[in-house]
């Protein structure tokens, strides 16, 4: 059982099995006292049909539990595998060292009190961290709860949740930034039949952290697919990496997001900032790299039997069945609310089971009503509804008599479900504990709620395959490199040099200087035709419209004078400090629609392009999709098909068709900022962008582009 250092296996392989089977545990700090913490990793180990050896290091004790005790590591005379670190914080340091001398393969440390708590801790964890790579030991946190692999029963973990009687098997996989709510997903999931392979506290990810972690289960062969419940991304090209090579293996990555409200959000410039903060920028992260993100913590343990072993689906639509109006409504409801269509069996259908002597409408709620419950008649029409081209996916909703009389509906499900090549998913309405089992076990995912049945749809159909960014084709332009590689603000000049250089249509300007407003004549201006929009030039003043520095249609010379005035008292009452560089001049242009572009640099993800409806309520309406930059141009055109205020300019409701493709170019133009090295721009935005008429381009009237000081 205990092998020579000599003998390990390979890197790759020794860290797999020294993590989830190791076939020898040190546990650090251990207590003989059945009330402490510290006690529950030894008595849950060997609870669960832990079948290596324990070495429990404990100085003050000669045996714990029956277990020979060590005063330390160094003192354990045989191999060790995997230490279990559980000291006080200021402990920690001394025994990963022992640890790593000893060369114990991996530590993970349960000991709180590192970077979570502040700069102090910061710098304890990246002491423990260089201890820890002299000799090439891994380490699993700190502030972790631990590993729990059901297969080869190692409930190496701290969490009471493992009080359970038993630990079932399963082939779903979780890797979690919050280790209590490994617990909580373990009791809700077995509770209703739903089983997990392996489940993994990361802690705060001081060396193996989520995308390597994944990576492992990636090339588990006990694990179908790996759920994360996750607050942020530490390492977006290891985590982009992970995610990647899980869609090819066919092994989908599922994740529920903590920290989605605008509290969670970062302060930024622009309005881009503002809208499309941290959470909406992993958000896209995660879809661009083929993760199927959920909105609800139920369905992140509910969803998986749904989409192991299928692809993307694409744009589609669902077909429900009921054996309760009520319920059945009440997921319709549900799946109108998240965007995702429902459609009715089709004519052919419905005629195919007339001809059975089923009786059905074509409607979007098949509503079988009680009469539902005979398993011939419930059969039949969920065959007719897998058969028909009209959907991509059946929801059978049934009501009471899968409580107590599985037979009727729930059955028929199970039956149909090993040969059906579309997902079948069961909402049931009571609590129906058996047949949850049944379906469970059947593969088959089951909700309990309709909120969650709907959240795992519309994921399901927002799932698609990652996201290539485009090839680079040339070098960016020397000016380009010169503005971004540049510092303190940007001149609007250099602005306007950016986008000439991207490509992107400008409204005509003039720039004028502050001595203007007090000019009888301006010759510049011979060069553009009233109307005219004045504009302040300021590198202090992100929003001019709140500083008093926009005037619109201004009619002539002798108007533009007095705007010109009006402008210089207001942005000085308004803003004392900042520095005023001149007037914007700019021809009127109008167009079908105000789009907001926006460009970011995010701390956690890097690099995003925003496409939304602009103008000075852009924040207000928050209507903007996200994506990696750069894009592809058909990339953009995907991007703005999901902006539903542009709606318009698709031609909705037969309104006059905007020119689509030349917004999409800028889009794409606009994100290649990320391709520029040595940037060191954070945020760039057009708002407006004015898209004219099919045929028509589009121009940019305002752009702000900002440099990290």
């Not at 519309?458 to 799932?463: D, G, K, S």
């Not at 084709?473 to 000439?500: C, F, H, I, K």
Request: glycine content about 10%.
């Amino acid at each position: 059982m205990n092998k020579p250092v000599s003998a390990l296996p390979t890197v790759a392989t020794s860290l797999h099995k020294a993590l989830f089977a190791p076939d020898s545990i040190a546990l650090i700090g251990a207590s003989a006292d059945e009330s402490k913490h510290a006690s529950f990793p030894q008595r849950y180990l060997r609870k669960h049909g832990f079948a290596g050896v324990i070495y429990p290091v404990n100085p003050g004790r000669e045996e714990v539990f029956g277990e020979r005790a060590y005063a330390s590591v160094d003192k354990i005379p045989h191999p060790v595998d995997h230490a279990f670190i559980m000291l006080p914080a200021r402990l920690v340091p001394d025994a990963v060292e022992q640890c790593a001398e000893r060369r114990v393969q991996c530590a993970t440390i349960f000991s709180a009190g590192f970077a979570e708590i502040g700069e102090e801790g910061r710098r304890l964890q990246e002491d423990i961290l260089k201890r820890a790579q002299r000799t090439g030991m891994r380490i699993l946190g700190p502030n972790c709860l631990g590993i729990i692999n059901s297969i080869q029963h190692v409930a190496l973990s701290a969490n009471e949740a493992l009080e359970i009687p038993e630990l079932l098997p399963g082939r779903v996989s979780l890797l979690s930034q919050s280790g209590s709510l490994i617990g909580s997903l373990l009791s809700r999931a077995q509770s209703r039949g739903l089983r997990f392979a392996k489940m993994i506290s990361v802690g705060n990810e001081v060396d193996l952290g989520v995308g390597e972690l994944g990576d492992l289960l990636v090339d588990d062969p006990d694990t179908q697919a790996i759920l994360l419940f996750i607050e942020t991304i530490r390492d977006r090209e290891r985590f982009a990496t992970m995610a990647r090579r899980a869609y090819a293996a066919g092994k989908p990555v599922i994740a529920y997001l903590l920290g989605r409200s605008a509290l969670g959000n970062e302060l930024a410039a622009s309005h881009t900032g503002a809208i499309a903060g941290n959470s909406a920028a992993v958000e896209a992260f995660l879809r661009d790299n083929g993760v199927i993100r959920v909105d609800m913590f139920e369905t992140l343990i509910e969803i998986a039997s749904m989409v192991i072993g299928r692809h993307p689906p694409g744009p589609g639509k669902v077909s429900v069945m009921t054996t309760t109006g009520g319920g059945g409504a009440l997921l319709v409801d549900n799946l109108g609310l998240r965007g995702v269509g429902v459609t009715g069996p089709g004519a052919a259908a419905v005629a195919e089971l007339a001809a059975k002597g089923v009786q059905i409408n074509d409607s979007p709620l098949v509503d079988l009503t009680m009469g539902g419950t005979n398993p011939k008649m419930f059969g039949a029409t969920l065959d007719g509804l897998l058969s028909s081209p009209e959907n991509n996916a059946v929801v059978t909703v049934v009501g009471s008599s899968s409580q107590y009389r599985p037979q009727g509906a729930v059955v028929p499900i199970i039956e149909r479900a090993r040969t059906a090549t579309k997902p079948i998913a069961a909402f049931l309405t009571p609590n129906a504990e058996e047949s949850t089992r049944m379906l469970a076990d059947a593969s088959i995912a089951v909700f309990r709620t309709p909120e969650a049945c709907a959240d795992a749809m519309r994921a399901y159909f927002e799932w698609h395959p990652p996201i290539d960014s485009p090839k680079l084709t040339q070098a960016p332009a020397a000016d380009l490199v010169r503005v971004a590689q540049g510092r303190g603000p940007v001149s609007a000049a250099d602005s306007a040099r950016v986008l000439t250089l991207l490509g992107i249509e400008q409204a005509q300007t003039v720039t004028l200087g502050m001595s203007a407003a007090d000019q009888s004549s301006i010759a510049e201006l011979k060069k553009i035709k009233f109307p005219v929009v004045v504009k302040i030039i300021s590198p202090d003043i992100a929003h001019k419209t709140e500083a008093g520095g926009v005037i619109l249609n201004v009619a002539d010379e002798q108007t533009l004078l007095t705007a010109l005035r009006q402008m210089r008292t207001t942005v000085k009452q308004r803003r004392p400090n900042a520095k005023l560089e001149g007037f914007a001049v700019q021809e009127m242009r109008k167009g079908l629609a105000e789009v907001l572009l926006g460009y970011r640099v995010d701390s956690h993800v890097g690099p995003t392009i925003a496409v939304g409806v602009g103008g000075v309520l852009a924040e207000m309406y928050r209507d903007v999709v996200l994506s990696l930059a750069p894009v592809t141009v058909d990339t953009a055109r995907k991007m703005v098909e999901k902006v539903r205020g542009l709606a318009p300019i698709r031609g909705y409701r037969n309104l006059p068709l905007g020119d689509v493709d030349a917004l999409a170019q800028a889009i794409a133009a606009w994100s290649s900022l990320a391709r520029i090295p040595g940037s060191r721009i954070t945020e760039a935005e057009l708002n407006p962008l004015l898209v004219g008429g099919a045929g028509e381009g589009i121009a940019a009237v305002d752009a702000l582009i900002v440099r990290q000081p």
